[in-house]
Protein backbone atom coordinates (compact mmCIF):
# COMPACT_ATOMS: atom_id res chain seq x y z
CA UNK A 1 0.00 0.00 0.00
CA UNK A 2 1.21 3.67 -0.76
CA UNK A 3 1.13 4.57 3.37
CA UNK A 4 4.22 1.85 3.54
CA UNK A 5 5.75 4.24 2.13
CA UNK A 6 9.01 5.99 4.53
CA UNK A 7 8.98 8.90 2.98
CA UNK A 8 7.58 11.31 0.18
CA UNK A 9 10.49 10.29 -1.98
CA UNK A 10 9.51 6.80 -1.98
CA UNK A 11 5.98 7.54 -1.94
CA UNK A 12 7.23 9.33 -5.57
CA UNK A 13 8.64 6.58 -6.77
CA UNK A 14 5.76 4.24 -5.73
CA UNK A 15 3.18 6.96 -8.10
CA UNK A 16 5.74 7.12 -10.66
CA UNK A 17 7.11 3.61 -11.04
CA UNK A 18 6.82 2.76 -14.72
CA UNK A 19 4.00 -0.30 -15.81
CA UNK A 20 6.32 -2.70 -17.09
CA UNK A 21 4.86 -5.43 -18.93
CA UNK A 22 7.19 -7.83 -17.22
CA UNK A 23 10.16 -7.35 -13.99
CA UNK A 24 12.77 -5.18 -14.66
CA UNK A 25 15.71 -3.63 -12.03
CA UNK A 26 13.72 -1.06 -9.56
CA UNK A 27 16.09 1.40 -11.16
CA UNK A 28 14.72 1.06 -14.67
CA UNK A 29 11.20 0.92 -13.47
CA UNK A 30 11.30 4.12 -11.28
CA UNK A 31 13.79 5.77 -13.59
CA UNK A 32 12.50 9.53 -14.69
CA UNK A 33 13.56 12.50 -16.45
CA UNK A 34 12.26 15.29 -14.36
CA UNK A 35 12.62 18.82 -14.63
CA UNK A 36 11.68 19.56 -11.51
CA UNK A 37 15.22 19.93 -8.68
CA UNK A 38 16.08 21.52 -5.24
CA UNK A 39 17.87 24.08 -5.73
CA UNK A 40 19.49 23.59 -2.58
CA UNK A 41 20.63 20.34 -3.30
CA UNK A 42 24.14 19.31 -3.15
CA UNK A 43 26.12 16.16 -4.17
CA UNK A 44 29.38 15.15 -2.16
CA UNK A 45 32.59 14.84 -3.63
CA UNK A 46 32.52 10.85 -3.17
CA UNK A 47 28.78 10.73 -5.01
CA UNK A 48 29.94 12.64 -7.74
CA UNK A 49 33.22 10.39 -8.34
CA UNK A 50 31.09 7.20 -7.84
CA UNK A 51 29.16 8.69 -11.00
CA UNK A 52 31.87 9.21 -13.15
CA UNK A 53 33.20 5.94 -12.32
CA UNK A 54 29.84 3.95 -13.19
CA UNK A 55 30.60 5.50 -16.33
CA UNK A 56 34.41 5.16 -16.69
CA UNK A 57 33.83 1.04 -16.59
CA UNK A 58 30.98 1.65 -19.40
CA UNK A 59 31.79 -1.18 -22.32
CA UNK A 60 33.56 0.04 -25.15
CA UNK A 61 34.70 -1.50 -29.03
CA UNK A 62 38.06 -2.12 -28.46
CA UNK A 63 38.33 -0.62 -25.56
CA UNK A 64 38.47 3.15 -27.45
CA UNK A 65 36.61 4.47 -24.04
CA UNK A 66 35.85 7.69 -26.06
CA UNK A 67 33.66 9.60 -24.00
CA UNK A 68 34.86 12.65 -22.10
CA UNK A 69 33.36 15.08 -19.51
CA UNK A 70 33.24 18.76 -18.09
CA UNK A 71 31.40 18.49 -14.67
CA UNK A 72 30.25 21.92 -13.06
CA UNK A 73 28.77 22.30 -9.60
CA UNK A 74 26.00 24.77 -9.11
CA UNK A 75 27.84 28.16 -9.09
CA UNK A 76 30.60 27.32 -10.42
CA UNK A 77 32.21 28.32 -13.61
CA UNK A 78 32.00 25.33 -15.63
CA UNK A 79 28.51 24.96 -14.65
CA UNK A 80 27.76 28.82 -15.85
CA UNK A 81 29.36 27.99 -18.76
CA UNK A 82 27.69 24.76 -19.51
CA UNK A 83 24.07 26.44 -18.70
CA UNK A 84 24.60 29.19 -20.99
CA UNK A 85 25.31 26.50 -23.65
CA UNK A 86 21.59 25.64 -23.37
CA UNK A 87 18.34 26.68 -25.04
CA UNK A 88 16.25 29.13 -23.04
CA UNK A 89 13.50 26.88 -21.93
CA UNK A 90 16.41 23.86 -20.70
CA UNK A 91 18.17 27.08 -19.39
CA UNK A 92 14.83 27.82 -17.19
CA UNK A 93 15.20 24.47 -15.07
CA UNK A 94 18.39 23.26 -15.39
CA UNK A 95 19.79 26.04 -13.32
CA UNK A 96 18.14 24.21 -9.85
CA UNK A 97 20.68 20.92 -11.09
CA UNK A 98 23.31 20.23 -8.57
CA UNK A 99 25.58 19.35 -11.26
CA UNK A 100 25.67 20.18 -14.87
CA UNK A 101 27.78 17.69 -17.19
CA UNK A 102 28.92 18.31 -20.67
CA UNK A 103 29.94 14.99 -22.69
CA UNK A 104 31.64 15.17 -25.55
CA UNK A 105 33.22 12.46 -27.37
CA UNK A 106 36.79 11.31 -29.48
CA UNK A 107 35.67 10.51 -33.06
CA UNK A 108 38.50 9.41 -33.73
CA UNK A 109 41.03 6.65 -32.13
CA UNK A 110 44.57 6.49 -30.53
CA UNK A 111 45.92 5.41 -34.29
CA UNK A 112 43.91 7.61 -36.17
CA UNK A 113 41.57 6.09 -37.75
CA UNK A 114 37.90 7.03 -37.41
CA UNK A 115 35.85 6.04 -35.06
CA UNK A 116 32.59 5.61 -36.59
CA UNK A 117 30.60 3.76 -32.71
CA UNK A 118 31.84 7.01 -30.51
CA UNK A 119 28.02 7.75 -29.92
CA UNK A 120 27.40 4.25 -29.25
CA UNK A 121 30.31 4.02 -26.43
CA UNK A 122 29.44 7.32 -25.28
CA UNK A 123 25.53 6.83 -24.81
CA UNK A 124 26.78 3.45 -23.03
CA UNK A 125 28.57 5.35 -20.59
CA UNK A 126 25.85 8.03 -20.19
CA UNK A 127 23.06 5.09 -19.28
CA UNK A 128 25.53 3.83 -16.59
CA UNK A 129 26.19 7.35 -15.11
CA UNK A 130 22.57 7.50 -15.37
CA UNK A 131 21.97 4.26 -13.31
CA UNK A 132 24.67 5.38 -10.58
CA UNK A 133 22.55 8.47 -10.11
CA UNK A 134 19.13 7.04 -9.47
CA UNK A 135 20.80 4.56 -7.63
CA UNK A 136 22.58 7.17 -5.14
CA UNK A 137 19.14 8.84 -4.96
CA UNK A 138 19.31 11.46 -7.50
CA UNK A 139 17.83 11.65 -10.57
CA UNK A 140 19.21 12.75 -13.80
CA UNK A 141 18.01 14.69 -17.31
CA UNK A 142 19.45 14.17 -20.59
CA UNK A 143 19.67 16.87 -22.91
CA UNK A 144 20.66 17.38 -27.13
CA UNK A 145 18.86 20.89 -26.20
CA UNK A 146 22.14 23.21 -26.07
CA UNK A 147 24.72 24.96 -28.50
CA UNK A 148 27.31 23.21 -29.58
CA UNK A 149 29.46 25.50 -30.96
CA UNK A 150 28.88 27.68 -27.81
CA UNK A 151 29.97 25.58 -25.59
CA UNK A 152 32.59 24.50 -27.22
CA UNK A 153 33.96 27.50 -27.36
CA UNK A 154 32.99 28.40 -23.78
CA UNK A 155 34.26 25.64 -22.53
CA UNK A 156 37.62 25.35 -24.40
CA UNK A 157 36.43 21.72 -25.93
CA UNK A 158 39.53 20.73 -28.25
CA UNK A 159 39.00 20.63 -31.56
CA UNK A 160 38.68 16.29 -31.66
CA UNK A 161 35.99 15.98 -29.52
CA UNK A 162 32.35 16.74 -30.03
CA UNK A 163 29.94 17.86 -28.06
CA UNK A 164 26.95 14.98 -27.60
CA UNK A 165 24.70 15.48 -24.86
CA UNK A 166 24.61 17.52 -21.20
CA UNK A 167 23.56 15.81 -18.32
CA UNK A 168 21.48 17.79 -15.29
CA UNK A 169 22.05 15.77 -11.80
CA UNK A 170 19.78 16.67 -8.49
CA UNK A 171 17.31 16.07 -6.02
CA UNK A 172 14.34 15.87 -7.66
CA UNK A 173 11.82 18.67 -5.97
CA UNK A 174 7.87 18.52 -6.10
CA UNK A 175 6.32 18.59 -9.37
CA UNK A 176 4.17 22.02 -8.76
CA UNK A 177 7.37 24.14 -8.43
CA UNK A 178 7.17 23.80 -12.40
CA UNK A 179 4.75 25.88 -14.31
CA UNK A 180 1.26 24.43 -14.82
CA UNK A 181 2.03 22.65 -18.62
CA UNK A 182 5.51 21.17 -17.34
CA UNK A 183 4.12 19.88 -14.15
CA UNK A 184 1.34 17.48 -15.86
CA UNK A 185 4.10 16.18 -18.24
CA UNK A 186 6.38 15.53 -14.83
CA UNK A 187 3.82 13.38 -13.34
CA UNK A 188 2.48 11.93 -16.32
CA UNK A 189 2.78 7.75 -16.88
CA UNK A 190 5.34 7.13 -18.81
CA UNK A 191 5.13 5.11 -21.92
CA UNK A 192 6.56 2.85 -24.34
CA UNK A 193 6.17 1.13 -27.48
CA UNK A 194 5.13 -2.63 -26.67
CA UNK A 195 7.59 -5.41 -27.66
CA UNK A 196 5.90 -6.57 -30.26
CA UNK A 197 6.41 -3.70 -31.94
CA UNK A 198 9.95 -3.18 -31.32
CA UNK A 199 11.36 -6.79 -31.38
CA UNK A 200 11.05 -7.59 -35.20
CA UNK A 201 11.93 -11.22 -34.62
CA UNK A 202 12.78 -13.96 -32.28
CA UNK A 203 10.37 -12.04 -28.99
CA UNK A 204 9.34 -15.43 -26.70
CA UNK A 205 5.28 -15.84 -26.73
Given amino acids: MLTC ?49 AAR ?16 KNGDATFTQ ?6 PFNQGWAKNASVLILVAAKTTRDDGSIHADFQYDTALAVAQMVFEVHNLGYVAH ?45 VAARTRKPLTEIVLRGLPV
Fill in 82 to 87: ILSSLE
Fill in 57 to 72: WAPSAFNGQPWRFFLG
Fill in 5 to 53: AKSIGELALLLMRANTAHPVHEIIATRRSPRSLAPEAALSDIEIISILE
Fill in 142 to 186: QMTGFNRESAQSALDIPRDLVPVVVVAIGKQDHADKLAPALAERE
